[in-house]
């Protein structure tokens, strides 16, 4: 077999720290993939085909939730997320510009290239289940008490809060222990990053989304409830307070 079986030419975009591969939906900064939910990529690649352009929030949502009529506060909720991984703003970088009344805009310079990689004939086959969890980290120090305390108590209830001041590893924890019950629920747990939000009223919209709910009224916390009250009703949260 000819090496070149194994090489697979693809269109990458490069733009700052990154690299955008949307045949394979993989984004990359400094060479190590970043992890970004899928809604939030489907708005990178659509923002980046069409880089210095205007796209307009319908173009968008009708993209990214094809046959399916959801409120703009769902698209608000990932470009907020999609910024927030980017590190939009962050040292005078500028990646997804806001055009009030229309749309948005990729205003970073984007290098078009071909790039070829290598690839095994058989790849590690990640579940759709850990796609909805940051990766968990390999070694942590001073936590497995806390983990196994707290695991056994979301086996029994419906809710529980980490609380405790910034900094302590209050994220780190959490994320441990949704990989560690991902099995017992079934593959029910989602990790909601909720930092991204300067605005209190898209939280609910935020949550339905990661659940796969799509809000169609007026006020998202009723229907959340509602959803969570039927069908959502085996789900199991955690809530990271920082």
Same mark, same amino acid.
């Given at each position: 077999?000819?090496d070149?079986?194994?090489?697979?030419?693809?269109?990458?975009s490069?733009?700052?720290p990154?690299?955008l591969?949307?045949?394979?939906r993989?984004l990359?900064?400094?060479?190590?993939?970043?992890?970004l939910?899928?809604r939030?990529?489907?708005?990178?690649?659509?923002?980046?085909?069409?880089?210095?352009?205007?796209?307009?929030?319908?173009?968008?949502?009708?993209?990214?939730?094809?046959?399916?009529?959801?409120?703009?506060?769902?698209?608000?909720?990932h470009v907020?997320?999609?910024r927030k991984? #980017?590190? %939009?703003?962050?040292?005078?970088?500028?990646y &997804? =510009?806001?055009?009030? +009344?229309?749309g948005?805009?990729?205003?970073? $310079?984007?290098?078009?290239?071909?790039?070829?990689?290598?690839?095994?004939?058989?790849?590690p086959?990640?579940?759709?289940r850990?796609?909805?969890?940051?990766a968990?980290?390999?070694?942590?120090?001073?936590?497995?008490d806390?983990?196994?305390a707290l695991s056994?108590?979301?086996m029994?209830r419906?809710?529980v809060?980490?609380?405790g001041?910034g900094?302590m590893?209050?994220?780190?924890?959490?994320v441990?222990?949704?990989h560690?019950?991902?099995?017992?629920f079934?593959?029910?747990?989602?990790?909601?990053?909720?930092?991204? #939000?300067? %605005?209190?009223g898209?939280?609910?919209?935020a &949550? =339905?989304?990661?659940? +796969?709910?799509?809000?169609?009224?007026?006020? $998202?916390?009723l229907?959340?409830?509602?959803?969570?009250?039927?069908g959502?009703?085996s789900?199991?949260?955690?809530i990271?307070?920082?």
């Amino acid at each position: 077999m000819d090496d070149s079986d194994n090489l697979r030419t693809n269109d990458v975009s490069s733009f700052g720290p990154f690299r955008l591969f949307a045949a394979e939906r993989l984004l990359e900064k400094a060479d190590k993939p970043l992890q970004l939910g899928g809604r939030a990529l489907d708005i990178l690649i659509t923002l980046v085909e069409r880089a210095g352009e205007v796209v307009t929030r319908k173009e968008l949502i009708s993209r990214v939730w094809p046959d399916v009529i959801v409120e703009e506060a769902n698209l608000r909720v990932h470009v907020a997320g999609l910024r927030k991984a #980017l590190g %939009d703003g962050r040292d005078g970088a500028r990646y &997804v =510009a806001n055009v009030p +009344g229309r749309g948005y805009c990729f205003v970073a $310079p984007v290098i078009r290239s071909a790039s070829q990689r290598s690839f095994p004939a058989v790849r590690p086959v990640v579940t759709d289940r850990l796609r909805k969890l940051p990766a968990r980290l390999m070694r942590m120090i001073g936590r497995d008490d806390t983990v196994r305390a707290l695991s056994a108590q979301l086996m029994t209830r419906r809710f529980v809060s980490i609380v405790g001041p910034g900094g302590m590893g209050k994220t780190t924890v959490a994320v441990s222990i949704a990989h560690a019950l991902i099995d017992a629920f079934e593959g029910a747990v989602f990790f909601i990053d909720l930092g991204s #939000l300067t %605005d209190p009223g898209l939280v609910p919209t935020a &949550v =339905a989304s990661a659940l +796969g709910f799509m809000v169609q009224a007026q006020d $998202p916390f009723l229907s959340l409830l509602a959803f969570l009250a039927t069908g959502g009703s085996s789900l199991c949260s955690i809530i990271v307070s920082t």
